[in-house]
């Protein structure tokens, strides 16, 4: 099943919201305008109570019921829905006086009174509304009777008809404009979506340049357009770098792969003697050395840059790694009679070969490069940035400006892109993606005739 549209689902769960609300409060207003009703009725009935006390005491006594109720007439007369019943307490006066539109007689003589003014509601035979206050009260001559002053609440209850019966005409109505309404306000706050999606449309491998307008943009949305404009950013400089690093992996590769289909061209071009293809071979293993070297590093490279699972760090003494690797290049430190040293100490958490590694392409760069009988030295120590591990060579210095391009692949100071020999370009950016992958970095500072200074600073 296709799954409904954003805006559908919004305009459908707005209107039912806003229809349920239009419920809720006509309902309310339905229990309110009924509550006021009644009170306003209590209020009717306690007023004419009051003033059918004061006749009852001051200008009536029991024998003036039947001739003389003058008074209480005039109080229901006018009234077509108040009825006044008066039932005498004692058996000398047994007789009902009613006033008023007749009302059953059987039910009044149920209802109880007290000292207080009390309420009942009830129905009749007909199922009319009716509303009874009842009262002891004391005549002039002080004959204890009950008086029961009804109201006929048909009006009331035809006034509370008609308002259900308008709310229920004009509900239809009102739940349409409420759900047109909210289909028009879902569609408008939908807007910035709909651009997002026209530029997520433009966006591909060879187009990367668009970006998401941020300004006048709801917080929640603003805040998804800037993070989806750093995604394409990053997204954008990975592409750029991975296009760079495919140039130049093709200019590497062809250079050692040239090199051999010449020698082997030139060396079958005619008859040789088997001197001539020695040398032929041995300059064939030469450069599918170099091959090998590079392809092994841009595996290294790729597995640390994508690791499969997290990496297990743990406790690593740099002072012993440094002096292992130390003895690794002995021999090569031996041939150009330079001296390695490893000073300090410190304890980082990390992979140990992986820093093995760093540290071998950082001390194999200085070999290199140190002048023969000269210093090369690791030293490790605690700054306020965390543990360095440095490694610093005398030989010539690095001009400022090829600093932040060091660490990219295959650049080299002097000759720029192009093949040397005895090394594959990518050992620095090796050393930069171990860091990477431990949550530090690599800095380089080389005076403008020497030293210079490689840090690895673990944080």
Not at 151 to 169: C, W
Not at 368 to 394: A, F, K, M, T
Request: charged fraction near 20%.
């Amino acid at each position: 099943m296709k799954p409904a549209r954003l805006s559908l689902r919004l305009g459908l769960s707005v209107s039912l919201m806003g229809a349920a609300l239009v419920l809720l409060l006509a309902s309310l207003a339905v229990l309110a305008l009924d509550h006021e009703l009644d009170n306003r009725a209590r209020k009717v009935l306690a007023r004419k109570m009051e003033q059918i006390e004061h006749s009852l005491g001051v200008d009536l006594k029991a024998s003036d019921l039947g001739s003389r109720a003058h008074p209480l007439l005039d109080l229901v007369m006018g009234h077509d829905d108040l009825s006044l019943n008066i039932i005498a307490q004692t058996g000398r006066h047994p007789a009902l006086l009613s006033l008023g539109p007749a009302v059953e007689a059987e039910p009044l003589r149920r209802i109880a009174a007290g000292t207080a003014l009390g309420y009942s509601e009830w129905q009749d035979s007909a199922e009319a509304r009716l509303m009874t206050a009842a009262r002891l009260m004391t005549l002039r001559d002080g004959t204890p009777v009950r008086v029961l002053l009804t109201l006929n609440r048909a009006d009331d209850l035809g006034l509370l008809q008609a308002y259900l019966r308008s709310t229920l005409l004009a509900l239809p109505l009102l739940l349409l404009l409420i759900g047109i309404a909210a289909w028009k306000l879902v569609q408008r706050g939908l807007l910035p979506l709909r651009r997002f999606r026209r530029i997520a449309a433009q966006v591909s491998a060879q187009e990367l340049s668009h970006r998401l307008p941020e300004d006048k943009l709801p917080q929640e949305l603003s805040a998804l357009a800037r993070g989806i404009n750093v995604m394409l950013d990053r997204l954008d400089g990975g592409v750029q770098r991975l296009s760079q690093f495919s140039d130049d992996l093709a200019h590497e590769l062809r250079t050692p792969i040239s090199n051999l289909m010449g020698r082997a061209q030139v060396t079958l071009s005619r008859v040789r003697s088997a001197q001539d293809y020695r040398v032929a071979l041995e300059d064939s293993i030469e450069e599918l050395t170099r091959l090998n070297r590079i392809i092994t590093d841009m595996l290294f490279l790729a597995q640390v840059d994508a690791p499969r699972q997290q990496l297990a760090l743990k406790p690593v003494a740099l002072a012993d790694e440094a002096q292992r690797v130390v003895e690794l290049f002995a021999l090569s430190a031996e041939c150009k009679a330079i001296t390695l040293k490893v000073s300090g100490w410190g304890t980082v958490q990390g992979d140990r070969l992986m820093l093995q590694r760093a540290l071998s392409n950082l001390l194999s760069n200085a070999i290199r490069h140190s002048p023969e009988g000269r210093l090369v030295e690791i030293g490790i120590e605690q700054s306020v940035r965390g543990v360095q591990c440095w490694v610093r060579n005398e030989g010539p210095g690095i001009e400022a400006v090829h600093w932040p391009h060091l660490f990219e692949r295959f650049y080299r100071v002097g000759c720029g892109r192009s093949r040397v020999e005895g090394g594959t370009g990518l050992g620095l950016a090796i050393v930069q993606s171990i860091m990477q992958v431990h949550g530090g970095q690599v800095e380089v500072t080389s005076a403008a005739q020497g030293p210079t200074r490689f840090s690895l600073i673990f944080g």
